[in-house]
């Protein structure tokens, strides 16, 4: 069966990691995002920025690629403080965009998650296995968002292809 979906060549967004309490990074983040995500596996939009909670004291900040240094910049220049820790791991993963009507189902040949819209909303995110190897999976609208170690990016892509 031929599926209708389109993927994206793999490529780089800004992305850090970060770790501390919501009320800790509220304050790191201040200017940068509004709102927190208030429940883990969620993210929250500032533009072209999302905010996603992986769990109690785990964040990821991403944004396009050419918004890294001014991210970094702003998120940096902040006083260090033990309750939160940054780093910048833009260049750990490597991003592809999967789109078309059948691309959820790509998704779900990909990883054990659940993905129905009732299980898997919009702006909900979830670090998992994809292929086998370590991923980072969202939902951006009706586009699906597949991240892997930037060392597993031509494995997860010939993956990929195989499906479509």
Do not use: N
Request: glycine share 6%; proline share 5%.
């Amino acid at each position: 069966m031929a599926y209708v979906i389109r993927i994206s060549q793999p490529h780089r967004r800004a992305l850090f990691d970060l770790r501390g309490t919501p009320q800790a990074l509220a304050a790191r983040l201040q200017g940068i995002v509004q709102d927190l995500p208030t429940r883990p596996c969620s993210l929250a939009r500032h533009g072209q920025v999302a905010l996603m909670r992986l769990g109690l004291s785990r964040w990821r900040l991403m944004a396009p690629a050419q918004a890294e240094a001014v991210l970094e910049a702003a998120l940096m220049q902040e006083t260090a403080s033990h309750d939160t820790a940054i780093t910048l791991i833009s260049d750990t993963q490597a991003f592809f965009t999967l789109s078309g009507q059948d691309a959820g189902v790509a998704m779900s040949i990909a990883c054990p998650l659940d993905l129905h819209p009732t299980a898997f909303a919009p702006d909900t995110v979830a670090q998992t296995d994809a292929f086998g190897v370590r991923a980072l999976v969202l939902r951006e609208g009706d586009d699906w968002v597949l991240g892997v170690e930037s060392s597993y990016a031509a494995y997860a892509e010939a993956q990929l292809l195989q499906i479509i």
